[in-house]
Structures are given as structure tokens and as C-alpha cells.
């Protein structure tokens, strides 16, 4: 009976650990689990893709429920669909927010990162939003043209375009009406003779290729760029472009709901983006085709972010 008695003991201190075990397991749930689903979108190019499948991703496993939106449109687009209410979050580059979206003049333009970033937030912060941590990495607009134009006529810099005389500059459609762009070409580097030719994001660099227009504008994080053979960078000494690293703007509201994990996650993605990260990353999509979520996949589970 003692032998019996003493092993009933036992039994129960067994399933006593085996229940606090649950316990334990219970009180280490996700962290965004149950929380309120968020609709995430991203505006219309390579790097955007992948951004949003980084962020989302990296929230999901969390345990945070994301509606993922791609290629809502541009800034514009997508600013005013945040502003309605239609989506919670997106990511955007900081010059564009402090410049472009609430529409200021050229003399009021930000002079450094450290500024960029603080009007970005002052503007987002008093229309019931927030940006969070920049990234390290930056993604600004740069002109492009073929290294054989720029050995004829001598060009390093955007004023150096004036020797071409009428020229024919291929951008996106929103760029025609952006001061970090065509009007910041001729307000400030005197491009009078610019002749505005609108293209489709991927349309950019095959107009460049067939002689369809003489510049492009680029972005400094494309993978083409390395093709120091094919495509020829010039210079922003006037610094019209900005300052343009990658915040993801989320909604005060979304931020209450959603916890201190939800922020904490999309900080840590964003630390990881160097220069370098989205260049590779860009690459892999544009290049070599991947899928922009097999790519961000692949970047979350080497930096240990999933």
C-alpha cells in the first residue's frame, strides 16, 4: 500500500509539471495574436514589393493578422488612401514625405538626413500618423544616361545636361509634377530644354537602351546601376533628390491597437536594410526574377528575423 501510495504521488506531481508546462506555453503566445488585422500597401515598384513582403511577413510571424496590398500606385496614390482610412500602413522614403507630399517650396527643402527625418514626422504625426525607425540603407531618385552620351558631351552632373540642348528625359508619371524631379531640373539646374516623356516604372531603362530618350530617372538602390558599362550616374551637387531612406508610416490608431511588439518588429526589418541588403534584394527580383516574397523570405531567415 506504501509502494502504491508513494507512486500515486508521484503520478501527481508528474501531471501537476505537465500542466504548469502548458501554462507556461500559454503565457508565451504570439505576441500580435488576436490583435486587430491590418492592411498593409506598397506603392508601385521592385523595391516596394519586396519591402512589404518583408515587413508583413516578419509581423506574421509574430502572429500579427496583415492584409498585404501591392502596387497600390505612387506616393500620392497611396498617401491618399492611408488618408481615407482604405489601408493602416505603407513604406515610404523620407524626402518624399517631408518635401513632396505636403507640397513645400523648393527654398524650405531639408538640408540633411537628421531634418528630412524630423519634418517627415512632424507632417505625418499631426495628420493621426507616425513614421518609425529610418533605415539605414537609402533609396534617392538619380539620373541616368549612357556612358557613350557622357564621354561626347563631357556630363557628371544634372546642370551638365544644359549641353545636350533639347533632350529627351523619361521618368515616371508623378515625377513631371515633383519638385525631386522635373521641376527641381529646371527651377534649379536651369533644364529649360527638358522635353518630359512619361514611362512605366519598368519601362525606364529599355527607353534608355533603344535611344527612345537621352536620361532616366533611376533609383540609386537598382541593381542596374552596377552596370558601370551600360549606364552612367550623374551627380546632385545642389541635392534636389533629398535624403531618402525607407520608414514605415502606420496609423496612431494602428500603434494603440496593435502593442509595443508591432513596433518593435517593424524596427528590427528596418535595421536591416543597408544600401547593399536592397540592392541584392532588387537584384534577385529584377535580374534573376525571383518572387519579391521567396526574396524577403530568404533575407528574413538569415538575419534571424523569422
Same mark, same amino acid.
Given at each position: 500500500?506504501?509502494?502504491?501510495?508513494?507512486?500515486?504521488? %508521484?503520478?501527481?506531481?508528474?501531471?501537476?509539471?505537465?500542466? =504548469?508546462?502548458?501554462?507556461?506555453?500559454?503565457?508565451?503566445?504570439?505576441?500580435?495574436?488576436?490583435?486587430?488585422?491590418?492592411?498593409?500597401?506598397?506603392?508601385?515598384?521592385?523595391?516596394?514589393?519586396?519591402?512589404?513582403?518583408?515587413?508583413?511577413?516578419?509581423?506574421?510571424?509574430?502572429?500579427?493578422?496583415?492584409?498585404?496590398?501591392?502596387?497600390?500606385?505612387?506616393?500620392?496614390? %497611396?498617401? *491618399? +488612401?492611408?488618408?481615407?482610412? +482604405?489601408?493602416? +500602413?505603407?513604406?515610404?522614403?523620407?524626402?518624399?514625405?517631408?518635401?513632396?507630399?505636403?507640397?513645400?517650396?523648393?527654398?524650405?527643402?531639408?538640408?540633411?538626413?537628421?531634418?528630412?527625418?524630423? $519634418?517627415? @514626422?512632424?507632417?505625418?504625426?499631426? $495628420?493621426?500618423? #507616425?513614421?518609425?525607425?529610418?533605415?539605414?540603407?537609402?533609396?534617392?531618385?538619380?539620373?541616368?544616361?549612357?556612358?557613350?552620351? +557622357?564621354?561626347?558631351?563631357?556630363?557628371?552632373?544634372?546642370?551638365?545636361?544644359?549641353?545636350? =540642348?533639347?533632350?529627351?528625359?523619361?521618368?515616371?508619371?508623378?515625377?513631371?509634377? $515633383?519638385?525631386? !524631379? #522635373?521641376? =527641381?531640373?529646371?527651377?534649379?539646374?536651369?533644364?529649360?530644354?527638358?522635353?518630359?516623356?512619361?514611362?512605366?516604372?519598368?519601362?525606364?531603362?529599355?527607353?534608355?537602351?533603344?535611344?527612345?530618350?537621352?536620361?532616366?530617372?533611376?533609383?540609386?538602390?537598382?541593381?542596374?546601376?552596377?552596370?558601370? @558599362?551600360?549606364?552612367?550616374?550623374?551627380?546632385?551637387?545642389?541635392?534636389?533628390?533629398?535624403?531618402?531612406?525607407?520608414?514605415?508610416? %502606420?496609423? @496612431?490608431?494602428?500603434? $494603440?491597437?496593435?502593442?509595443?511588439?508591432?513596433?518593435?518588429?517593424?524596427?528590427?526589418?528596418?535595421?536591416?536594410?543597408?544600401?547593399?541588403?536592397?540592392?541584392?534584394?532588387?537584384?534577385?527580383?529584377?535580374?534573376?526574377?525571383?518572387?519579391?516574397?521567396? %526574396?524577403?523570405? *530568404?533575407?528574413?531567415?538569415?538575419? !534571424?528575423?523569422?
Amino acid at each position: 500500500m506504501r509502494l502504491r501510495a508513494t507512486a500515486l504521488a %508521484v503520478l501527481l506531481i508528474l501531471s501537476g509539471c505537465g500542466s =504548469g508546462t502548458k501554462r507556461d506555453a500559454r503565457t508565451t503566445e504570439l505576441p500580435g495574436k488576436g490583435k486587430p488585422p491590418i492592411t498593409f500597401a506598397t506603392k508601385n515598384f521592385t523595391e516596394e514589393y519586396i519591402l512589404g513582403e518583408l515587413y508583413s511577413q516578419a509581423l506574421r510571424a509574430k502572429g500579427f493578422t496583415i492584409v498585404l496590398k501591392q502596387n497600390v500606385g505612387s506616393s500620392e496614390i %497611396v498617401d *491618399r +488612401a492611408l488618408a481615407t482610412g +482604405a489601408i493602416d +500602413a505603407y513604406p515610404e522614403y523620407i524626402g518624399v514625405i517631408a518635401q513632396e507630399l505636403p507640397n513645400r517650396p523648393p527654398s524650405q527643402r531639408p538640408r540633411t538626413v537628421g531634418d528630412t527625418y524630423r $519634418r517627415a @514626422k512632424a507632417y505625418e504625426e499631426k $495628420r493621426g500618423f #507616425t513614421i518609425l525607425d529610418k533605415t539605414p540603407g537609402f533609396d534617392a531618385d538619380a539620373n541616368v544616361v549612357k556612358p557613350s552620351l +557622357a564621354r561626347k558631351f563631357h556630363l557628371r552632373s544634372n546642370g551638365d545636361l544644359r549641353r545636350l =540642348g533639347r533632350f529627351k528625359y523619361g521618368a515616371p508619371p508623378e515625377n513631371e509634377t $515633383r519638385f525631386q !524631379g #522635373t521641376l =527641381g531640373l529646371r527651377q534649379v539646374y536651369g533644364l529649360n530644354q527638358l522635353v518630359f516623356v512619361p514611362l512605366p516604372i519598368e519601362k525606364r531603362y529599355p527607353a534608355l537602351d533603344s535611344g527612345k530618350v537621352d536620361a532616366i530617372a533611376a533609383f540609386t538602390t537598382e541593381v542596374q546601376l552596377l552596370q558601370k @558599362k551600360k549606364y552612367f550616374v550623374l551627380s546632385d551637387p545642389k541635392n534636389i533628390f533629398g535624403f531618402q531612406n525607407i520608414v514605415p508610416v %502606420v496609423s @496612431k490608431k494602428v500603434m $494603440r491597437e496593435e502593442g509595443p511588439a508591432f513596433r518593435a518588429t517593424l524596427n528590427a526589418v528596418s535595421a536591416k536594410l543597408t544600401n547593399s541588403a536592397l540592392q541584392r534584394m532588387n537584384g534577385a527580383v529584377d535580374v534573376r526574377k525571383q518572387r519579391p516574397a521567396d %526574396v524577403a523570405r *530568404r533575407f528574413l531567415q538569415q538575419n !534571424g528575423l523569422l
